[in-house]
T-cell receptor
Framework: NAGVMQNPRHLVRRRGQEARLRCSPM?????VYWYRQLPEEGLKFMVY????????ESGMPKERFSAEFPKEGPSILRIQQVVRGDSAAYFC??????????????FGPGTRLLVL | AQSVAQPEDQVNVAEGNPLTVKCTYS??????LFWYVQYPNRGLQFLLK??????LVKGSYGFEAEFNKSQTSFHLKKPSALVSDSALYFC??????????????FGQGTTLQVKP
């Protein structure tokens, strides 16, 4: 059973460009979480999605950031008009359908975004 | 506000000696508690979790953690450290409240350095 897949692993963008980060959850998992890790900091929750639904986006910046988890295909975290402060590692985690509070979240390898 | 504290930025221990990585939390009620490990340029790997029952939880790679409700702590321990245990360790909590959508709240991480 393949783990959580994320691509690209590294992404370099210039200020003002768009960044698209992809996450394929583990097989059989229907909950997807996105977290951001700034340098020298722990992970911060951004958004929680199920198929075709955003359940909790309380950690998402109000502007420029969006996320989706379509019926088919990976979850996408999209950052428009990137700024240098967006440089960070972005991690996706998935968990199986069930009691989401008890279930373990399994993390992907992350996408490291560098904004020049 | 919910928070997790890992009071030590770095823990140094000699190979073969016992290790402890500390974690305290501030969450209403009894939370679910997790430990993850992160190797350089990798994602987070799940080590163990406390859901209910026995306060001593055993996990992967010989690690264990003890839930202490009165001290609101969940310290990670291992009887005999290995050089390969050197990594960044994160404690995380999840609120049991019905409104929580499952997001994890992370500590800032503790770097464990095991020297030969």
């Amino acid at each position: 059973n393949a783990g959580v897949m994320q691509n690209p692993r590294h992404l370099v963008r210039r200020r003002g460009q768009e960044a698209r980060l992809r996450c394929s959850p583990m097989k059989g998992h229907s909950h997807v979480y996105w977290y951001r890790q700034l340098p020298e900091e722990g992970l911060k929750f951004m958004v929680y999605l199920q198929k075709e639904n955003i359940i909790d986006e309380s950690g998402m910046p109000k502007e420029r950031f969006s996320a989706e988890f379509p019926k088919e295909g990976p979850s996408i975290l999209r950052i428009q008009q990137v700024v240098r402060g967006d440089s960070a590692a972005y991690f996706c985690a998935s968990s199986p359908l069930g009691d989401r509070l008890q279930e373990t979240q399994y993390f992907g390898p992350g996408t490291r975004l560098l904004v020049l | 506000a919910q928070s997790v504290a890992q009071p030590e930025d770095q823990v140094n221990v000699a190979e073969g000696n016992p290790l402890t990585v500390k974690c305290t939390y501030s969450v209403s009620g009894n939370p679910y508690l997790f430990w993850y490990v992160q190797y350089p340029n990798r994602g987070l790997q799940f080590l163990l979790k406390y859901i209910t029952g026995d306060n001593l939880v055993k996990g992967s790679y010989g690690f264990e953690a003890e839930f202490n409700k009165s001290q609101t702590s969940f310290h990670l321990k291992k009887p005999s450290a290995l050089v390969s245990d050197s990594a960044l360790y994160f404690c995380a909590v999840r609120d049991r409240g019905s409104g929580n959508t499952g997001k994890l709240i992370f500590g800032q991480g503790t770097t464990l350095q095991v020297k030969p």
